[in-house]
């Protein structure tokens, strides 16, 4: 198999670039193009895919450089690889949070873009303010051992379709990861889990998360729903799973390792 190009998030190009690729973020949109539209748009360079210097362009409102072929982020997952979603995704919150920065969010004064981190800062008060990326666990239960082991898949009650997945939720200030994944589980479905495992991560851009995957292991208590979030859940063997994510999310990664025994 081919190694995927890594990309390298930069404050500025590389000298070796040899081309670019402009990602237009229409609202929260993006159209992906070889040349700038309008080089009077602001634009912020993302990083180093391979030696193709990548740039967020943001697109005024009311202008269209796709003439609408331009995609929302959930319909381009799956259909780009990995890294150039992520790369997307990164425009996307680039262009978002520089949007929403433009004045000192402690004393109103307008911001300017720090000179050597990727950072907004206030000339009069002094106040930084970062991209903003907020983590998130998402967790695969097991119980029981060998044939008869079962994993722990929920319906979130916001899913438009009957799937099921992993549980997950955001990491609350003054918590770690393990602490985080036992008291959503708890929160969500009602059990008490250890032997928490990290397992893998990935971007998640809406509107700026970092999924953190791992493993749990149920310990005690039946399944009682937190019925605002959780619309159905059950635990599956491997041989009876029901609908489950699409192969590009960290939600199916973690069940097919779990399916095949990878992990
Ligand atoms: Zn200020």
């Known amino acids: 198999m081919p190694t995927p190009t ?33 080089d009077a748009w602001e634009s912020h360079f993302l990083g180093m895919h391979g030696d ?11 202008e269209d450089p796709g003439y609408g072929a331009e995609t929302d982020l959930r ?33 109103g004064e307008r911001t300017r873009l720090a000179d ?24 695969l239960v097991t119980r029981g051992e060998g044939d008869d082991e079962e994993a722990l898949l929920a319906r979130g009650a916001n899913f438009g379709v009957p799937m099921y997945s992993c549980l997950a939720g955001f990491v609350e200030p003054g918590e770690n990861l393990e602490q985080a994944v036992a008291r959503e589980v708890e929160e969500e479905v009602g059990v008490v889990v250890d032997s928490v495992t990290y397992v893998a991560s990935q971007p998640w851009p809406f509107p700026h998360s970092l999924m953190l995957g791992f493993r749990a292991r149920w310990v005690s208590g039946e399944l009682v729903l937190d019925a605002t979030e959780i619309a159905d859940a059950n635990w599956y063997r491997r041989d ?3 609908m489950i994510p699409p192969s590009i999310s960290i939600a199916r990664r973690l069940i097919d390792d779990w399916i095949l025994h990878r992990v």
């Open 240 to 242: 009876e799973t029901p």
């Open 116 to 139: 050597n981190e990727r950072a907004f800062v206030c000339p009069s008060c002094g106040l930084m303010a970062f991209p903003r990326l907020a983590p998130a666990i998402i967790t």
């Open 6 to 38: 890594l990309f390298r998030p930069l404050l500025v190009p590389s000298a070796n670039a040899t081309s670019h690729r402009f990602i237009h973020v229409v609202g929260t949109k993006v159209f992906v193009d070889d040349r700038a539209a309008d």
């Open 52 to 62: 193709v210097a990548c740039w967020g362009i943001d697109v005024p409102a009311g």
């Open 75 to 107: 319909v381009l997952f799956g259909r780009v690889d990995e890294t150039e979603w992520a790369v997307a995704g990164r425009a996307v919150q680039l262009v978002e949070w520089a949007r929403t920065h433009r004045f000192c969010g402690r004393c």
